[in-house]
């Protein structure tokens, strides 16, 4: 067995026996229906936190792929007792005007604003959900969701608001999270309405959200998406790797060609973003080389899943970079006591900082896995 394969290969056992097994059993709430926000060190559930809805449906999205990978005949069932309490708590009035913001342990709405993010990541529930079990409330939810999208949050600017309080600075990341919802959307159900809405977040990225000047994704913008004065040179490293990894994605489902966007976005990520451990760091001011701050889980799961999509374009050197980097969390952040638990973030000297286990980077490492193992079973070769 190769070091690529053996990596793989720990990476899929310890998810699928560990995390998901360990997450199943402790981090649903069996009284009052939802997922727990965190865990414990010791995998207990830490109570009394708000329950942000963007972890409820990044939840659903994990176990019902999860259970579409043939990882649990539990997950698909978990997955969809999930739903029905989104739906139910997460989403009033059907969902008229999409779902709420945060929820409080017992199901009641703490914040109802519409937050761009959260509406991105129900979408990617209900394409899930449709996949899994042709719901028909999943497709119901998502036409509502983007009926409010478009009627409350587009901007004459391009794109759409941060939320329905119009707050001020807007952000790249929701928009990197439509589009891969609208891409989930178009994969599961064919409708070429989603392949249009991914198109036109494409096209942000290419006019907007992407410096080919300086090769970065830029972040932060003021209302008419002009570079923010303040926030402008915040660049985030993992999220640069994560659209290196969404391209890919668009390129395979829509026959275009982001190659050179791709290459230039992965190259420059590690010459800006890798502290002098080899992670990428949370965030960089641009023209700082030597990142020295802290570094969370998810911007490794990002570069890992980044690797292996220029590894299916034929790099094969990427595939060992995957792999590496794989063995390099098994060293860090999943060495822990319990298995199935990780620390989320460290500081520059790889000391840890996380005080719990947040449900919310499940997801991160699903998407991560599942890619590494869907490489690996097609022999190397794309799907």
Same mark, same amino acid.
């Given at each position: 067995?190769?070091?690529?394969?053996?990596?793989?290969?720990?990476?899929?056992?310890?998810?699928?026996?560990?995390?998901?097994?360990?997450?199943?059993?402790?981090?649903?709430?069996?009284?009052?229906?939802?997922?727990?926000?965190?865990?414990?060190?010791?995998?207990?559930?830490?109570?009394?936190?708000?329950?942000?809805?963007?972890?409820?449906?990044?939840?659903?999205?994990?176990?019902?792929?999860?259970?579409?990978?043939?990882?649990?005949?539990?997950?698909?069932?978990?997955?969809?007792?999930?739903?029905?309490?989104?739906?139910?708590?997460?989403?009033?009035?059907?969902?008229?005007?999409?779902?709420?913001?945060?929820?409080?342990?017992?199901?009641?709405?703490?914040?109802?604003? @519409? %937050?761009?993010?959260? #509406?991105?990541? +129900? /979408?990617?529930?209900?394409?899930?959900?449709? *996949?899994?079990?042709?719901?028909? &409330?999943?497709l119901e939810l998502a036409e509502h969701?983007?009926?409010?999208?478009?009627?409350?949050?587009?901007?004459?600017?391009?794109?759409?608001?941060?939320?329905?309080?119009?707050?001020?600075?807007?952000?790249?990341?929701?928009?990197?999270?439509?589009?891969?919802?609208?891409?989930?959307?178009?994969?599961?159900?064919?409708?070429?309405?989603? @392949? %249009?809405?991914?198109? #036109?977040?494409? +096209? /942000?990225?290419?006019?907007?959200?992407?410096? *080919?000047?300086?090769?970065?994704? &830029?972040?932060?913008?003021?209302?008419?998406?002009?570079?923010?004065?303040?926030?402008?040179?915040?660049?985030?490293?993992?999220?640069?790797?994560?659209?290196?990894?969404?391209?890919?994605?668009?390129?395979?489902?829509?026959?275009?060609?982001s190659a050179t966007h791709m290459t230039?976005?992965?190259?420059?990520?590690?010459?800006?973003?890798?502290?002098?451990?080899?992670?990428?760091?949370?965030?960089?001011?641009?023209?700082?080389?030597?990142?020295?701050?802290?570094?969370?889980?998810?911007?490794?799961?990002?570069?890992?899943?980044?690797?292996?999509?220029?590894?299916?374009?034929?790099?094969?050197?990427?595939?060992?970079?995957?792999?590496?980097?794989?063995?390099?969390?098994?060293?860090?952040?999943?060495?822990?006591?319990?298995?199935?638990?990780?620390?989320?973030?460290?500081?520059?000297?790889?000391?840890?900082?996380?005080?719990?286990?947040?449900?919310?980077?499940?997801?991160?490492?699903?998407?991560?896995?599942?890619?590494?193992?869907?490489?690996?079973?097609?022999?190397?070769?794309?799907?």
């Amino acid at each position: 067995m190769t070091a690529w394969r053996q990596s793989v290969s720990t990476f899929e056992r310890w998810f699928r026996d560990d995390a998901l097994a360990l997450w199943r059993a402790q981090g649903y709430d069996a009284l009052h229906g939802g997922f727990y926000e965190c865990l414990d060190f010791t995998g207990a559930p830490i109570t009394g936190r708000p329950r942000r809805v963007r972890v409820q449906a990044r939840q659903i999205h994990t176990f019902t792929q999860a259970a579409l990978c043939g990882w649990g005949a539990d997950n698909e069932a978990l997955a969809a007792a999930g739903f029905d309490y989104f739906l139910a708590k997460a989403c009033p009035d059907q969902g008229a005007r999409g779902c709420v913001h945060l929820l409080s342990d017992d199901g009641a709405v703490l914040d109802d604003r @519409r %937050d761009l993010y959260d #509406q991105a990541f +129900a /979408l990617l529930a209900c394409a899930s959900r449709w *996949q899994a079990a042709q719901d028909n &409330r999943a497709l119901e939810l998502a036409e509502h969701i983007i009926a409010f999208l478009n009627h409350e949050l587009a901007s004459p600017h391009g794109g759409w608001l941060e939320n329905d309080r119009r707050e001020t600075l807007r952000r790249q990341n929701p928009h990197m999270h439509l589009l891969e919802a609208f891409m989930a959307l178009f994969r599961t159900t064919g409708d070429g309405v989603y @392949r %249009d809405y991914a198109a #036109q977040v494409y +096209a /942000l990225f290419e006019d907007v959200f992407y410096d *080919q000047r300086h090769g970065v994704l &830029r972040e932060f913008f003021d209302q008419d998406l002009t570079l923010s004065s303040d926030k402008g040179d915040l660049v985030e490293p993992g999220h640069m790797m994560e659209w290196v990894w969404l391209l890919g994605n668009y390129d395979a489902l829509f026959g275009t060609d982001s190659a050179t966007h791709m290459t230039h976005l992965y190259n420059r990520t590690e010459e800006v973003g890798l502290d002098s451990a080899g992670f990428l760091g949370d965030t960089v001011n641009l023209g700082n080389q030597n990142p020295s701050g802290p570094r969370r889980l998810w911007p490794q799961t990002e570069y890992i899943k980044a690797a292996i999509t220029l590894a299916r374009r034929g790099d094969k050197a990427m595939a060992e970079r995957a792999g590496a980097l794989i063995d390099m969390l098994f060293k860090t952040y999943l060495a822990q006591d319990v298995a199935g638990l990780w620390c989320d973030q460290f500081d520059a000297s790889g000391a840890p900082l996380a005080r719990d286990v947040p449900a919310s980077i499940l997801y991160h490492l699903f998407e991560a896995v599942a890619d590494a193992a869907s490489f690996e079973n097609a022999g190397q070769k794309r799907p």
